[in-house]
């Protein structure tokens, strides 16, 4: 995966609004303790510290974890495309788990590859600090609403 788009757009969110939209409306700032580190046109990188409650038996962190950052993740590089269009939605998520996650902060670099008039589709690669390489790849795609609620 390529680390940024090519467009040289901004992001139509910033990233201090995408983690309020979080907190606010969906609960996960108090589970998930992310920050996003950086917020481009399609292009999303968060950390998340995990925590022990992130983990399951053996010290690793778990799958649902890893599953709500890359959806996550995703759901800031499309907002960084559409824009504070909350209703957009995860139509499709599938995700492969390829090395054991350590108990560490884990990164998350989502790129948006398709951005259509009402779906986009984009990849997710999820690192660890404590170890080199990727720990989970996933790919995804979200229906954006079109009429005023849904930012078209």
């Known amino acids: 995966m390529s680390e940024k788009p ?10 201090e609004r995408f983690e309020a939209l979080i907190r606010e409306s969906m609960d996960l700032g108090i589970a998930f303790d992310f920050r996003v580190e950086e917020l481009a046109w399609g292009f999303a990188r968060l950390r998340l510290h995990a925590s022990e409650q992130h983990l399951r038996p053996g010290g690793t962190v778990s799958g649902p974890t890893l599953f709500t950052l890359a959806d996550t993740a995703l759901y800031a590089a499309v907002l960084a495309c559409v824009g504070d269009a909350p209703l957009t939605v995860t139509t499709d998520m599938t995700i492969h788990f390829l090395r054991r996650p350590p108990h560490a902060d884990l990164i998350a670099t989502a790129r948006v590859l398709k951005a259509g008039r009402t779906l986009l589709y984009g990849e997710i690669e999820i690192s660890s600090t404590a170890r080199e390489g990727v720990v989970c790849h996933a790919t995804g795609s979200y229906a954006r609403p079109l009429g005023p609620s849904g930012g078209a």
Request: charged share 30%; glycine share 10%.
């Open 6 to 15: 090519s467009e040289e757009r901004g992001a139509l969110i910033t990233a």
